[in-house]
């Protein structure tokens, strides 16, 4: 799952390694449709978690969601804002972290 999330990271945003100051597009839409996918999959999948797993673990995985997804909301706002080539990196870095550990947890467990 880390080569696969490493070499998405690596192939999604080459403009990182040429020191692109803009993020494209494509990855606020992404950001914005998994953003928008994760929160109703949670919703959904309530009753299923719960089951699997204890409530505990339940809550904590939505709440480092929730986090995750209000942390990108302002950092994608200040890359957009700023167009630095370090937010553009700390958007882009914290978008594949959150895609492979907490945007889907039901379809494994959290790294």
Known sequence: MLVVA??????????????????????????????????????ANWNVQGYWLNAYNVHTIIILNCCFIALLVFVAFQSKRKRNFAW???????????????????FGEPL
Do not use: M, Q
């Open 6 to 43: 490493t070499a998405g990271y690596c192939f999604w945003n080459k403009g990182l390694f040429d020191g692109e100051t803009v993020a494209p597009r494509r990855s606020f839409l992404l950001f914005g449709i998994t953003g928008t996918l994760s929160i109703i999959a949670s919703i």
């Open 88 to 106: 553009n990196l700390c958007f882009h870095w914290l978008l594949f972290v959150w895609l492979t550990t907490y945007a889907f947890p039901e």
